[in-house]
């Protein structure tokens, strides 16, 4: 049955056009800000300011980040190698735990998810953390201490738990125990394949994590060399003395030369670009995850 | 001794599950569980070449100074303040975008603009600082360039505390509506047809139909959403304050947050101290909300009691 469409309906549709509409503006007009200053040349943003269209078209912010490629491309190399490694070993031990988690045969099962939830409720605090990291691990100045502290959280876990629920039948693993499997070899050969939609997107999740993180930089990080890219993008934001340096490698003269404005948002660009350019494709994965999330968690 | 053996046989039956579960029940350990005994740190003497129990003891002397400081009402009011601040719009926000994103019948549209307000929760907070810093410098900032072509005089907004706390919202909105908003959204997907055909066999309008219909039945969402907000009320979202703030303390007064201020009494001011007991006032206090709001839930609907 087909219902004629009365007036109220027209006027709500055109008001929800109008405010998502002006949404969507609202949430890309800083990205634009930033691309227009990153396009823009040095001088016109010294005189006429940030602008949303360049006045003075030039890539000159991008010039001086790739005359001298080697800390952007370190920077980039350890963000890179931390995402990889951190969100592959956090996959792997939360897949096993959520696994584990929801075998109805395994007794202490909601013991353990307790243990796990109990850490967002009740932590030490910072200052015990840091000494855990620093003076107990001995993480710090390593590649340890940029993976260690994100690889699993309650959330994640809690949240491949409901994935593998809803992805794995219990009768398919109840016949692969008759069958004779082992737990492991269900685990690698049956859930893991069925779970897949699921791995996607707490991968995701993860790998976004560690690509945006800079505070493990800013708490245990004093080797330069050894910044996150974001952390390293923080630095030229924030620090003027980073310039000068910049601008001795660049073989720029210190007072006028360096574009720093332009160069600031350009690096900003390019520490965002692979998010922006990859956001099509991972944004559909979040949105599933975030449904099954809030369904089951 | 029943029960002793109950668990031998478990861990035997089950010996491959428990090993599977082993590095993650490690890693919860070692990274939440340990730091825990760190808690003690608050009542030594902080001293960088002893280990934490050969330091002195000196009871709540650390509390003392920082109650002395006078600065533990201000960055627990702003803390709990700017939460339900963000809570309250946050959730009217969402559902609100959700409600009216819902009602748009172009697919493209509504694909690339649900898109669109949900990319700002990808990018990181340095970004966001990267745009505060685009949007309110003194000399090339856009608000100033657009004041400046309105007739107006630039504004020094780094020097005016009580602007911050709009634009901490604002920023908070822009950064984070967008996950609630998908989660609503979902939701109302979920929702029957028939319930709006009914109604608009009875008569009621879009707008009725909205408020009557689709509101209420967003109300289980938005529990499990406040639930998990309120538990963290006592943890605000530091990357959004230290990196729209940053060490500038003339905004202090009105932006500071308990973990702003730990963080930088542990990393910038290096006053050991205050870091360990305002940590800990703060771990204890969030603890204590939790269980007191967990309590009476449990006492008006159990099903929604978070444990």
């Known amino acids: 049955m087909k219902i004629k469409e009365d007036s109220s309906t027209k006027w709500f549709r055109l008001i929800a056009y109008i405010v998502v509409l002006a949404g969507s503006i609202m949430c890309l007009l800083p990205f634009l800000l930033i691309l227009s200053a990153s396009l823009s040349s040095n001088a016109s943003i010294m005189t006429d300011g940030y602008r949303l269209i360049p006045k003075e078209f030039s890539l000159e912010g991008y010039k001086v980040i790739f005359q001298i490629p080697d800390e952007v491309l370190r920077a980039y190399g350890v963000t890179a190698f931390v995402t990889v490694v951190g969100t592959l070993i956090g996959l792997l031990f939360m897949t096993m735990a959520g696994y584990v988690l929801q075998r109805k045969d395994f007794k202490y099962r909601n013991f353990f998810a307790f243990v796990i939830y109990f850490t967002t409720l009740f932590g030490g605090g910072l200052v015990p953390y840091y000494m855990l990291i620093n003076n107990y691990l001995k993480f710090s100045n390593s590649m340890y201490a940029l993976i260690w502290p994100g690889l699993m959280t309650p959330f994640l876990i809690i949240l491949m738990r409901s994935f593998i629920t809803s992805a794995v039948p219990d009768e398919v693993v109840e016949s692969s125990k008759i069958d004779g499997a082992n737990d492991f070899v269900i685990y690698y050969r049956i859930v893991l394949p069925l779970a897949v939609p699921g791995l996607a997107t707490i991968g995701l999740f993860l790998a976004l994590h560690y690509w945006n993180d800079w505070f493990s930089s800013a708490m245990y990080i004093s080797d330069a060399s050894k910044y996150q890219l974001q952390f390293y993008l923080y630095n030229i934001i924030n620090t003027s003395n980073f310039l000068n340096s910049i601008g001795a490698g660049a073989g720029v003269t210190l007072s006028e030369g360096v574009p720093s404005e332009t160069m600031k948002m350009s690096m900003a660009i390019v520490v965002t670009g692979p998010i922006l350019l990859l956001y099509p494709f991972i944004q559909r994965y979040f949105v599933k995850g975030l449904t099954v999330g809030a369904v089951k968690g | ?307």
């Not at chain 2, 994103?101 to 307000?117: D, W």
């Not at chain 2, 209420?216 to 979202?237: C, D, E, R, W, Y």
């Open chain 2, 1 to 307: 001794m029943l029960k002793k053996k109950g668990i031998l046989r478990e861990l035997y039956t089950n010996k491959i599950l428990f090993f599977m579960l082993l590095p993650t029940m490690l890693y919860f350990f070692i990274n939440n569980y340990l730091p825990m005994v760190g808690i003690y740190y608050a009542f030594v003497e902080f001293d960088f070449n002893k280990s934490l129990f050969h330091m002195n003891f000196v009871g709540l002397k650390n509390f003392e100074f920082l109650w002395k400081s006078g600065k533990l009402v201000e960055l627990t009011l702003n803390t709990i303040g700017y939460n339900v601040v963000f809570i309250l719009l946050g959730n009217v926000l969402s559902i609100t975008v959700a409600i009216l994103i819902s009602e748009i019948k172009g697919k493209v549209f509504k694909k690339v603009t649900q898109s669109i307000l949900f990319l700002p929760y990808f990018v990181s907070f340095v970004i966001l600082s990267v745009i505060v810093f685009n949007l309110f410098n003194y000399e090339q900032g856009v608000l100033n360039s657009v004041l400046q072509q309105l007739g107006f005089d630039p504004v020094d907004v780094y020097s005016k505390p009580k602007l911050w706390i709009f634009f901490i919202i604002i920023f908070y909105l822009w950064k984070n509506f967008g996950y609630s908003m998908v989660i609503y959204l979902a939701a109302i997907t979920g929702i029957g047809e028939d319930y709006y055909e009914a109604a608009k066999i009875d008569g009621a309008n879009a707008f009725q139909r909205a408020w009557h219909i689709t509101v209420p039945m967003l109300k289980n969402t938005f529990v499990i959403l406040l639930l998990f907000a309120l538990g963290s009320i006592m943890k605000g979202q530091f990357d959004l304050f230290y990196q729209m703030v940053g060490n500038n303390g003339l905004l202090y007064s009105t932006t500071d947050i308990l973990d702003t201020y730990v963080y930088r009494s542990l990393r910038v001011t290096f006053d050991m101290g205050m870091a360990t007991a305002a940590g800990v006032y703060q771990s204890l206090f969030g603890f204590t909300l939790i269980m007191v709001v967990n309590a009476i839930i449990r006492k008006i609907n159990k099903d929604y009691a978070l444990f």
